[in-house]
């Protein structure tokens, strides 16, 4: 059996990042940049004013001292003349400081009077005063390629005068579900029959973790219709199948799909919940097998396919970040399978993470599942730890999951 | 000049969750359920089996027993008679464990031999058998009113037999920059002229909040062009401005909206960056008047609108939760102004999150904050700090921001 970390590398490694597509502005908020992003402007283009005030020299900004105000130049309208000896030109944030004045006096520290104003506080040279690139300059290095696009980071495109970006296409994850006994959510049920929850959890997956999900239709636990499915994937970057990784009789996928060349990679893990996990290949299709269990499927999704995802967005950094968190009931030593323990996790007062594992385990509870704030990580043969001790866990309490 | 925390009171106070709308399943990804959700089906529906393997009286099981095998019982086709005794059912995962039986032997633990199986490892009541409702049972409350549904909320929810949910309908963010000085990405650019960015990062951070931006045409420096707006608010659940909300003759929004019956609540708030945040009601409509610089804008956004959209869009917990960071380097004593320092954030070896706190914190500086990892919050008079010191922070390193 192979070890997570181990099939991890081995379904990640041979990925690939979707090509490009160009998107506008707003439709690149969530989606990865393709290539790295550089400034087409200088921001600020020019040295402009900080505060609404008075531009002038710092020289006649003496405490007491009256100064005339020969202009205004309100942001987008710079001022077309000097500002000489004793003269002043009003401003606005963003204004353009003009020629001649080297200083803003604010207008909270002078009085106007008319065509004059007054100086309460006394002026500095460069005070006030945003310097012509002190954001960025032209051809600056913004965003390098693999940036999951935020609103900061579409604002920053935007700052920098890019209508268009070119982001990594969406994977499109085809999901099949297979087994006699699974039927759609509402549809009538027979003696015996499963309502279908995986395909419809994983798509959700899917969506976190920013590709397109198809749900193809159930396979019953027929051979050819399994292996029919070869022949729908063409533009699918990944085929996810849930149920019929094990070795029993109606664990078809692996037979079926072999009659269209099926290339096996592995289907053993050493972890729990989940140990028979299918990987391998059609055509040039990666497919991962997961378990039927839900709380299985979802784990090993989350372990495997979340960072497939993460690599053929184009993500530069996919590595699953575990947390520390401390626990509040002794956990018992482990056998040699990985285990991946349902817990709550809440934060104690001082702020620390605090996990408490839950009592039952068993791979289907998906409403245990479901209240899962994190799975704390118990790699092979780890000791028995007594309630205090920090685990490493992997939080699920984030948007999406 | 009011605190953040009043300041936000007294915007999200007066808000109530947007109604109701009908979505199927897969719609319902990332919405708020509207109502609780209860089980329409008991899962598992009857007493099956855990494993592929064989269904007998725990009795017959003993090591080295011979036991007939009478049946089988693929998942989704329950056997149709009775398990008499030394008889076995083949079962699968899932299957229904036959009337008679009262335990699965894994097919690991027996030897097949045509039609019969001899026991290897010694049965034990219950053992390997899932019980009906372990997971849930009809009519039991599944998931509360005012959840974010997730993908294993999804699932939990088709599991429940459920093809469609009530969510609440996502909130809908009208956006209006105005400022003669700012023209679109892409568009000429005169001297003077600043590309708009705030419109289309808060855009985005509608988007992570679950809303949907609509961002209108730049409004000129110009009373009427901005008043028109209020005509425009059919349908909008809250409208931001960006720009105009400070006290020089340039900054319009306020007087202009006033002309329309804008109710004006606050305008000052004892914050750093963006003091000048005004709030108040178009009719029905709340306002939010965003700074114009962009700092200012996105942090006013993350402070008072996300949590605005929280309670609009139904969830429960809307609460801005900080977390613990340690210092790399020390903080100045702060004023009567709440300051937010843009920071970055990394974990130390240990785990520990890690605070630096930018050099510059100049609020026009939008390629700093696009490479923050968080905000450190610095109260009103808060004391200096010394590197190693704790700190409270908001991360802005989540998807979406």
């Given at each position: 059996m192979l070890s997570v970390e181990e099939a991890r590398a081995r379904i990640v490694g041979p990925l690939r990042p979707t090509p490009a597509e160009t998107v506008s502005l707003p439709e690149a908020w969530g989606r990865v940049l393709a290539n790295p992003l550089h400034a087409?402007?200088?921001?600020?283009?020019a040295d402009v004013s900080a505060m609404d005030g008075y531009a002038l020299r710092a020289e006649d900004g003496q405490a007491g001292a009256r100064v005339a105000v020969i202009g205004h130049a309100p942001a987008g309208r710079p001022f077309p003349g000097q500002v000489g000896q004793g003269q002043a030109v009003r401003l606005f944030t963003g204004s353009v400081v003009p020629e001649g004045a080297d200083c803003v006096l604010p207008q909270e520290e002078v009085d106007r009077d008319g065509d004059s104003i007054a100086v309460r506080e006394a002026a500095r040279p460069g005070r006030h005063i945003r310097r012509t690139g002190q954001d960025f300059r032209q051809g600056a290095p913004l965003l390098p390629a693999g940036a999951r696009l935020g609103a900061r980071a579409i604002g920053l495109i935007a700052a920098a005068n890019h209508p268009w970006v070119a982001v990594h296409r969406q994977p499109r994850i085809a999901i099949l579900a297979t087994g006699d006994e699974i039927v759609l959510p509402g549809e009538p049920l027979a003696v015996g029959s499963i309502v279908s929850s995986n395909a419809h959890a994983l798509a959700g997956l899917v969506r976190a973790g920013g590709g397109i999900p198809l749900v193809l239709p159930i396979a019953p636990d027929d051979s050819a219709a399994i292996a029919s499915v070869a022949d729908r994937?063409?533009?699918?970057d990944l085929l996810l199948t849930t149920g019929?990784?094990?070795?029993?009789?109606?664990?078809l996928v692996q037979t079926s799909l072999a009659t269209r060349g099926f290339a096996l990679d592995?289907?053993?893990?050493?972890?729990?919940?989940?140990?028979p996990l299918l990987f391998g290949r059609l055509g040039d299709v990666p497919v991962l097998g997961l378990p039927g269990n839900p709380v299985s499927a979802f784990v090993c999704a989350f372990l495997f396919l979340m960072p497939a995802l993460n690599r053929l967005c184009g993500l530069t950094n996919d590595a699953l970040r575990s947390v520390e968190a401390r626990l509040t009931a002794p956990v018992a030593a482990n056998d040699r399978r990985a285990d991946h323990l349902r817990a709550a996790l809440t934060p104690d007062p001082a702020g620390t993470l605090v996990a408490t594992p839950f009592d039952r385990q068993d791979s289907s509870l998906l409403l245990l599942l479901a209240n899962a704030g994190c799975l704390i990580l118990r790699p092979p043969h780890a000791p028995a730890l007594q309630a205090g001790a920090n685990v490493p866990v992997l939080r699920l309490d984030l948007d999406g999951l």
């Open positions: 087409r402007l200088t921001q600020p283009p994937l063409s533009g699918i019929g990784a094990s070795v029993g009789e109606h664990d592995f289907w053993r893990i050493a972890m729990r919940p989940g140990k």
